[in-house]
Nanobody, 123 residues
């Protein structure tokens, strides 16, 4: 299984970015997919997750109302639309796959990870 993130970059505060995570494997649609982030000197933290059917989503309070997670099972891709970005959103963003069918907000609940993509929000 490979997860490859893209779409990171440098953006001014208030701007938007759209992250993508392309996954290998024929059973992509059966897994919960999540996004996490890790800022320098901080622990990796949960950002958002989406169920296999996209019927259920879950967000960290810090991004609720600003970020939107979605997935396209036909393209084996999960997205994170990030709007109204703040400097505190600066971090490396990782996508991850969870095998069990319930949401999890801790990194240990996910079994495969991408390499990460850097998001930097300037003031």
């Amino acid at each position: 299984v490979q997860l490859v993130e893209s779409g990171g970059g440098l953006v001014q505060a208030g701007g938007s970015l759209r992250l993508s995570c392309a996954a290998s494997g024929r059973t992509f649609s059966r897994y919960i997919m999540g996004w996490f982030r890790q800022a320098p000197g901080k622990e990796r933290e949960f950002v958002a997750a989406v169920s296999w059917s996209e019927g259920d989503t879950h967000y960290a309070d810090s991004v609720k109302g600003r970020f939107t997670i979605s997935r396209d099972n036909a393209k084996n891709t999960v997205y994170l639309q990030m709007d109204s970005l703040k400097p505190e959103d600066t971090a490396v963003y990782y996508c991850a796959r969870r095998t069990v069918g319930s949401f999890a907000v801790v990194p240990g609940g996910y079994d495969y990870w991408g390499q990460g993509t850097q998001v930097t929000v300037s003031t």
